[in-house]
């Protein structure tokens, strides 16, 4: 099988470079993340990416797989169009081969307030809450900040240091529908102006590639909804 992946060191490369790798006899059933690991040990001790738990949890090797922002641990190598483009996540700075800087990403996470906020005295053992209330944060609390939404999203590419961008806004979402917050106004506040939250124009490109099958889509139109309500 064929790939061809983004090469970039920039202590000796004045440009990025696409470099071809060939490998034989893949298992049924090998996963793109094994598979560069192959690559790596076999042929090319030099090429670079992240990647930890090899079962879509800690977010690690999320990268740009034939054009689609995906966790190369969790994508199956079979199937794939040959060859097989491998490029890091987009709109990010490079710091070599695969591996993005994420520091822009972590900023705007954390610019959400990304805990809970309680003003009442804290209660001696526990905060309760209903099955309901707890309902509310499912499809919220998954989220592994792997960055496959927010690189995949235009508005963030041209302002990622204005629109917090499809992760953060999830979270900040997931907050603001905490029974036991009581930072709502506080949080809603953070989010006015022209690009923060607005700044989304509703693509869904961060819905499509979400390996956690979440919805930013959704939590940014929930945090509109709610944002115009407060204010009638
Ligand atoms: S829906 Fe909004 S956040 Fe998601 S990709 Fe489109 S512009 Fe970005
Ligand atoms: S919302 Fe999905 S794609 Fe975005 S950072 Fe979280 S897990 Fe990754
Ligand atoms: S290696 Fe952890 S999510 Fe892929």
Redesign the pocket.
């Known amino acids: 099988m064929l790939f061809t992946i983004y090469r970039f060191n920039p202590e000796t490369d004045a440009m990025p470079y696409m470099q071809e790798y060939e490998l034989l006899d893949i298992e049924p059933g090998t996963m793109l993340r094994d598979a560069l690991l192959r690559i790596k040990n076999e042929q090319d001790e030099t090429l670079s990416f992240r990647h930890s738990c090899g079962e879509g949890v800690c977010?690690s090797d999320?990268m740009n797989i034939n054009g689609t922002?995906a966790l190369a641990c969790v994508s199956a190598v079979e199937g794939l169009k040959e060859p097989v483009i491998i490029r890091p996540l987009p709109g990010m700075p490079v710091i070599r081969d695969l591996i993005i800087d994420m520091t822009q990403f972590y900023t705007q996470y954390r610019a959400v307030k990304p805990w809970l906020i309680v003003k009442d005295p804290i209660p001696d053992v526990e905060f309760k809450q209903t099955p309901e209330q707890r309902d509310k944060l499912d499809g919220l609390y998954?989220?592994?900040?792997?960055?496959?939404?927010?690189t995949a999203c235009p508005s963030f590419w041209w302002n990622p240091d204005k629109f917090r961008g499809?992760?953060a806004l999830?979270q900040s979402w997931r907050f603001l529908s905490d029974s036991r917050d009581q930072a709502t106004a506080e949080r809603l506040q953070d989010l006015e102006g022209p690009y923060k939250l607005f700044r989304c124009h509703s693509i869904m490109n961060?819905v499509d590639?979400?390996?956690?099958h979440?919805n930013?889509t959704k939590a940014i139109g929930n945090i509109k909804k709610l944002m115009l309500k407060n204010m009638l």
Do not use: F, R, Y
């Open positions: 977010g999320g922002n998954e989220c592994i900040l792997c960055g496959c939404c927010s499809p992760a999830l961060c590639v979400c390996p956690k979440l930013p």
